[in-house]
């Protein structure tokens, strides 16, 4: 579906836990306020260029209906990267990752 908004408010940058410490929050939460829309086919391309935290960072996600008559319910979504599926990196590039995900929304209910 075409024209379904993608706002993500934030990215959180977690640290890799360890027998000494079990990390219960971000180290840092990265306020990005992005806002983008699906193509016809219903995909969006999201880029994070942001600085690698030491194991993961997860992208939170927001997908909304703004049409006049809104056909679907909002939902959202959590997408998470981890160190390790960074790839070609060298020296201060720590690489690339892509994810491929799928959303289906929900109809929304007649009022």
Do not use: C
């Amino acid at each position: 579906m075409e024209g379904i908004r993608v706002v993500v408010p934030s990215v959180d940058h977690h640290q890799k836990t360890t027998p000494t410490f079990i990390p219960d929050k971000p180290v840092i939460t990265n306020y990005v306020n992005d806002t983008l829309y699906t193509t016809a086919d219903g995909s969006f391309n999201y880029p994070y260029a942001g600085f690698p935290s030491n194991d993961s960072i997860n992208i939170k996600m927001k997908f909304e209906d703004i049409s006049e008559n809104p056909s679907f319910e909002t939902d959202s979504a959590k997408v998470t990267f981890f160190s390790s599926d960074l790839q070609n990196g060298s020296g201060w590039n720590a690489g690339r990752a892509e994810k491929e995900i799928k959303i289906e929304l929900k109809n929304k209910e007649n009022e």
